[in-house]
């Protein structure tokens, strides 16, 4: 059974699952500030106001938060002291656009695309002037290193390694489909086909290989060869999804104004 466990955002997105605090947090961009929905009280509270209109979040392997912030045009990490570590805010002397969503590999690297959408206008964002040439996809590893690992997206938006994390799949939201890469042992990325003509937002993986998408319509399920399979469909058009609970069994999924819930028979990978 779906279960709406909050609603009045505007656009909520970038549900991460914190598993040792039971606790999910979530971004209302417009209204520029990241939520806390508390499982063992059912209680939503602010995590954090102002927050530089945070998009899409992270945890990584030490369970730190990961975040995309529009509003300052860089990716931050949360310390477990709640200090805040800039990860990338410039690529070669110029600022980025606004990151949009982002990944941690097994190695550390973190993993982010950087469209446009918070510098179109300042519903998201404050509306300015695109530095950058394009719309790329960035890693940077654990020593600050930034480079462009993709750099032929429209609008890159949602990401997620595969569950042997030798394939990295990243959402064209402009053109409308999802295309496959093949991860490198030097980061570097080959192939990059089109793998689905369907168009989504945030993606995620779970144990078994499957493919779970945000769409307009609610979330698209894929099998391991990326058929389709199953669709839950929502009131409100869907942004980004995730797994959590004590089992990783449970779908969190940010759609429009509302928090949706679901528990499942499938698990989910864990945050990153």
Known sequence: MVERIFT???????????????YLVFSDIPNDR???WDETTNQVGVFRSPA??????????????????????????????????????NYRGKRLNSPNDVVVAADGAVWFTDPAYGIDSDYEGFRADQEQDGCYVFRVTPSGELTVVADDFARPNGL???????????????????RGFSVGDDGKLSGGDVVITDSADGIRFDNAGRLWTGTREGVYVYAPDLTLIGKLRLPEITANLCFGGPKRNQLFVTASTSVYTLRLTATGLPMR
Do not use: K, M
């Open 8 to 22: 009045g955002g505007r656009w909520l997105e970038g549900p991460a699952y914190f598993a040792a605090g039971r």
């Open 34 to 36: 990241i939520l806390r």
């Open 52 to 89: 530089n209109y945070t998009n899409g979040h992270t945890v990584d392997a030490q369970g730190r938060l990961v975040s995309c912030e529009q509003g300052s045009r860089r990716v931050t990490r949360t310390e477990h002291d709640g200090t805040i570590t800039v990860l990338a805010d």
């Open 160 to 178: 997620a390694f595969t569950p042997d994390r030798s394939q990295l799949l990243i959402v064209d939201s402009q053109r409308g489909h999802l």
